[in-house]
């Protein structure tokens, strides 16, 4: 890890877990990825397949003031007993009934023990339920992955088609929006390298027959997806720039270039929470393996010099061909360098194992990592 790294890589599973758990962050960043949602809060749930929330229902029943005071009111009354009423109307005492509420009394304490409150450490990124009463599972995709597309689209469906219990009635299922956040990492990932001219694509299951002169939607699962690698340069709002800047540049900017940059109240909060010196210890080895697990699949560090003066010496060459053969290798060899000093600031690898491989004076080399954070910081 570079030691003058202040953010952590806020596209990593854990780092980006961790930062919106905070849930005054979430409007702002629905705001800024689902711009037609009127969100005035949204509620973050336990990240598993079951919009029923079985468990999370049963916590909400065991840690609600009523259940607890009801519990404790009841706790020290000395002779309980449970009357019941038949068919017939008539009242009478049941001891089966008063000794089972006895020990759930006594058992209570355990009860709760059982069912702590959940830590939003399950399979998708984190489930929210927004004020409207539908549903939105955010997934943050780091590694390109092959059927990516039906992954997503079996997470909504799935959540979707569970929201109902047998018997109820049709009319409770509420929309599920899935938003998938592709691409980030170190090496700025291209997950649509075929469109790169795309940066949203946004799903909705339509009537095909007939949708030239009606368009007919069911309105129930949409999904909508970004490429970061593919982000414009011009957003309609602030906060817009300042979140997929957030998600880009985070981890190669200064503190001061996030006060100079960033506008946005929310983002500026997330940052502050991306700072790797502010991630929990459970957090910080989480991020800290998939950084590891992160390089498996990235080029070996003795292939950066040879991609470097591959694409150094090609654009060196086609640069010089108008000015002779000799400066264009002299051309070639510079670009090739600097290329290769690029891609290893890229693995974060320290600055001073770059200037004794390269001989490359530690000022040069701090200058080209400047000239990255600001060419970046300047698409946006």
């Known amino acids: 890890m570079n030691s003058k790294q202040i953010y952590s890589i806020p596209t990593y599973d854990a780092a980006f877990k961790w930062i919106l758990s905070e849930e005054t962050l979430l409007p702002s960043f629905f705001h800024a990825f689902v711009s037609n949602l009127e969100i005035e809060r949204a509620t973050r749930l336990d990240d598993h397949m079951n919009p029923l929330q079985v468990f999370q229902l049963l916590r909400n029943f065991i840690y609600s003031n009523e259940t607890e005071q009801t519990v404790a009111s009841l706790k020290n009354v000395i002779n309980l007993a449970v009357h019941v009423t038949d068919q017939d109307s008539i009242t009478r005492h049941s001891p089966e009934a008063s000794v089972m509420l006895q020990d759930f009394l006594h058992h209570f304490p355990d009860i709760q023990q059982a069912f702590p409150q959940p830590r939003f450490n399950g399979t998708m990124d984190f489930v929210c339920e927004l004020n409207s009463g539908e549903f939105v599972i955010v997934e943050m995709q780091v590694a390109a992955q092959d059927y990516w597309d039906c992954r997503a689209l079996a997470y909504i469906a799935a959540f979707f088609g569970n929201q109902l219990r047998k018997g109820d009635d049709w009319t409770k299922l509420k929309k599920v929006i899935g938003i998938n956040i592709l691409g980030g990492g170190k090496d700025n990932i291209n997950h649509w390298s075929d469109t790169p001219d795309q940066y949203m694509r946004h799903y909705k299951m339509q009537e095909q027959l007939h949708k030239d002169t009606h368009k007919r939607f069911i309105d129930g699962v949409e999904l909508i997806q970004y490429s970061l690698a593919n982000a414009p340069t011009h957003f309609e709002s602030q906060e817009q720039r300042d979140w997929v800047t957030f998600f880009k540049c985070a981890h190669l900017m200064t503190e001061e270039e996030v006060q100079n940059t960033i ?17 929990p210890t459970e957090v910080r080895q989480e991020y800290n393996k998939e950084e590891a697990n992160y390089d498996k699949y990235s080029m070996y560090t003795e292939n950066i010099h040879r991609q470097g003066v591959e694409q150094g010496l090609a654009k060196g060459l086609e640069q010089g061909l108008a000015q002779g053969i000799e400066q264009g290798l002299a051309q070639g ?22 200037s004794e491989i390269t001989r490359v004076s530690m000022e040069d080399i701090q200058s080209i990592q400047q000239e990255i954070v600001v060419s970046i910081r300047d698409e946006y």
């Open 333 to 354: 060899i510079e670009l090739a360098t600097k290329n290769m000093i690029k891609n290893m600031l890229a693995k974060n690898i320290p600055t001073t194992l770059i």
């Open 263 to 279: 506008k946005t109240p929310a983002v500026l909060r997330a940052f502050e929470r991306a700072k790797l010196e502010n991630l």
